[in-house]
Structures are given as structure tokens and as C-alpha cells.
């Protein structure tokens, strides 16, 4: 079965950046499972994920464009410390959900602390970093009528909302 919208796909990978660190890998374990097409992952895996088999092997490079977005400096900004009020010890790489002005939940990473300010910054921590994917698809199923309907792909046994 080739992968295609609607179907659901077991991978094996991974993930680094241009110098070779690694971001991210499931370390052989075959449990990243996914629903194609219900923009689960970044849209560049997926494109080049479509029609592979199980049992299929490639290597992916995925722009900033087509992964987690450029970076947009405008996201990075100096809060009042109060805003963390109740919360000790404020330190850079600390992340937060914070609510936007669209009212959606988002995460934002601490920068930098200063007296009684905090310099956040709101860009996913990949945004501008090209991807380089290493990626053996494990398997390849139809999704159940539940997995459409939640939009999501249930592993084997571990479901909960």
C-alpha cells in the first residue's frame, strides 16, 4: 500500500540540522505514527512522503519554508518579570504557553532575563533551520473511522483525549 491521504504510517527516523547534530530520532522504535494528509507533520516530510511503500528508505531535506516557517523577529519581545509572577528562578530555554492576541495558546521560550524584564521570543525553536530527515516507513494501514473523525492517527493500545 502506498502512502496516500487518509492512511496511516508508522516511521522509523532522524532529524538533524545542516551540521549534522541531532535534533530528534525515534531511535529504532517504529512508534511515530501519523495520519497523512490531516497535516499531522511539516508539510515537506509529508509531500515527500507520498506514494512510499513500507519498507521505503530516503533522505529528506526540508526548508525552513516547508518545515516550522522562517524566523520572524517580531515575535521576540521584552515582558514586565511580573508576568511570571509565582514562578522562580526565570532562566533562558524556560518555555511557557502564553495566550496570544488571537487568543490561541502558544509556547514561547525565555531569551534572556534583565532586572525586572524577560525577553521572549515566540518563533517555534526550529523556525529558519533547514531539516534533514532520515526516514525508513515501517508501515503503512488504513486508518479506522475513529482516527478520521479525531483527524489523528491512535497508536496501538494508547489512546486518550
Known sequence: MQIADQLVVTLD????????????QSNGKGDFVYLHGAHNIIPGLENALLGQKAGASLTVK?????????????LQQAVPLSMFEGTDDIQAGMQFQAQGPDGQEHVVTIVSTHDDE????????????ELNFDVTVIDVRAAT??????????????HEH
Open 145 to 158: 473511522s475513529e482516527e478520521l473523525e479525531h483527524g489523528h492517527a491512535h497508536a496501538t493500545g494508547n
Open 62 to 74: 526540508v526548508s525552513p519554508e516547508e518545515g516550522y516557517g522562517e524566523r520572524d523577529e517580531r
Open 13 to 24: 527516523y532522524k532529524l538533524t540540522d545542516n551540521d549534522g547534530q541531532i535534533i530528534d
Open 118 to 129: 524577560v525577553v521572549i521570543d515566540g518563533n517555534h525553536p526550529l523556525a529558519g533551520v
